[in-house]
């Protein structure tokens, strides 16, 4: 290292190991990372709060006389010193750390969830874990059957009372906000936490300009494919329709394919490049990218030979091993993988089109954090919603045994292949529209669909009279 041979060594002034350091400090409940205690620099602390807080406790009480003690001092003054350089000879003075960064964070973090039993066991350990970095804060837990949970929190949450924090669906997010019962996270989580969150999931919390809550696990539309009778993937739609073709005799499908309105309206984004609608609700899918992904759905037939519509025939085909590839929810990973085999199950990206690809929904649950909490409360149930979305607390929610949770951010590491798999497959995924407007769409697009692909309607005059019907529904959701 530059510069080490005019070092001054902890060695030479108190004979500490790094090892006694370290653990004195946390013995003294005084947080310290390893980070801060530098090895290579023979157990000189590069931090000074570590010098400042920890170790001179330490040191006076290896010091055995009052001699020795006022020496001790004048040896901590020095290793501050020296530590303020960086062990060397270029001059670095760290930041003062948050309070949050000090582990000296108090308050109460009071959450309510609906969890089922197999998901507390793995919110247990993530509390824990908070605990661990933050043993000053209490966190206080409540259960509450999912049917109630809205309603328990909207009634107590409009009295000034509830929970700091909630977990909850995606869809309750705007109703909320709304109802000014959740904060707008803008601005008070950490960039960096932002930015490991998967794309399509912050799509679900984004709403009239603010962030209602963050995502903590992520569900959607996939691509299933039964690795016995189509043992490699489709990268391309041409590749699908020849595998297809390949395979499909008697009783054995290559592809068959769902085309209701709830998974397949993401592919007018993937495919064509198109917008159901805008941030506001109002439809956008009357265009020639419209008319492009109503036309795909024809093609499917034509080059299947089958499709469907909101049915169980592709996946009871799929149960009973006879259909190489469906679209349908992750949800039924577990009932799939039992009927086949989790071996021979798989989770593909879906295959490009043209330009595009095809794209399913991407769903969310969310934690909220109440537009009640505030003080020592505000900070910690703040901290805690970042912990949440940490790589460790996802990892904590993704154990199969566990939660089995998908996690809301990406690039994590994740030891169950279908849950990798689902995960990889979102990271291409299409956000789900949560706000009020979207119950205008289901009935007339899903009409429109019917029509042209069923009765070969004109695409144009379909979606014309989808569009109307939405605009109509719109407007009544919104009360004009």
């Known amino acids: 290292m530059p510069g080490q041979q005019n070092m001054l060594h902890a060695h030479q002034l108190l004979p500490i190991p790094f090892d006694r350091m370290f653990a004195y400090c946390m013995e003294s409940r005084i947080p310290v990372r390893d980070s801060e205690l530098r090895r290579d620099c023979t157990s000189i602390p590069i931090s000074y709060r570590v010098v400042a807080t920890c170790l001179p406790n330490l040191f006076l009480e290896e010091s055995k006389t009052h001699e020795e003690a006022l020496w001790t001092l004048l040896a901590v003054l020095i290793i501050a010193s020296v530590a303020l350089t960086g062990c060397g000879t270029t001059t670095t003075v760290e930041e003062p ?110 709403y009239a300009g ?31 329709v020849a595998m297809h073709n390949e395979v499909t005799e008697g009783d054995v499908v290559g592809v068959d394919l769902e085309y209701g309105f709830f998974f397949s309206a993401a592919h007018l984004n993937g495919v064509c490049g198109g917008e159901l609608m805008t941030a506001d609700g109002d439809p956008t899918f009357n265009t020639p990218e419209g008319e492009c992904w109503m036309a795909l759905f024809n093609t ?97 929610l993704a154990d199969p045994e566990g939660a089995a949770h998908l996690p809301a951010i990406v690039g994590l590491e994740i030891t169950d292949p279908l849950m990798a798999q689902a995960a990889a497959a979102f990271e291409g995924g299409t956000a789900f529209p949560v706000i009020p407007e979207m119950n205008a769409y289901w009935d007339p697009m899903n009409n429109a669909l019917l029509q042209v692909v069923q009765e070969d309607a004109d695409i144009a005059t379909a979606l014309q009279e989808a569009y109307d019907l939405v605009v109509a529904k719109v407007a009544e959701i919104r009360g004009e």
């Not at 966190?139 to 309603?151: A, M």
């Not at 569900?219 to 299933?224: Q, R, Y």
């Not at 080059?303 to 049915?311: A, C, I, K, P």
């Open 300 to 396: 499917w037939e034509e080059d299947f030979g089958v499709v469907e519509n909101y049915n169980d025939n592709d996946v009871n085909l799929f149960k009973s091993g006879n259909v190489g590839i469906i679209i349908d929810g992750s949800w039924n990973t577990s009932a799939l993988a039992e009927a086949i085999g989790a071996e021979n199950l798989a989770i593909d990206p879906f295959p490009t089109v043209g330009d595009g690809a095809l794209s399913g929904y991407v769903q969310t649950e969310n934690i909220y954090l109440s537009a009640n909490a505030e003080g020592d409360d505000l900070a910690a149930s703040i901290a805690f919603i970042e912990y949440f979305l940490s790589a460790e607390a996802q990892a904590l």
């Open 210 to 240: 603010a962030l209602v809550g963050l995502p903590q696990t992520i569900k959607g539309v996939v691509m299933f494919r039964n690795t016995q009778i189509l043992p490699e993937a489709p990268t391309t739609y041409e590749e699908m």
């Open 97 to 206: 750390e948050t309070e949050e960064e000090m582990g000296t964070l108090t308050g109460t973090v009071t959450l309510w969830h609906a969890w089922k039993e197999s998901e507390i066991v793995s919110l247990t350990e993530v509390i824990a874990a908070f605990n661990a970095m933050y043993p000053d804060v209490t966190v206080d837990v409540l259960y509450t059957p999912f049917d109630d949970l809205r309603n328990k929190f909207e009634t107590a949450a409009a009295t000034g009372s509830g929970p700091t924090v909630l977990i909850g669906g995606a869809d309750w997010g705007p109703g909320l906000y709304d109802a000014e019962l959740v904060a707008d996270l803008t601005g008070q989580i950490g960039d960096d936490v932002i930015a490991g969150i998967n794309p399509a999931a912050m799509g679900a919390v984004e």
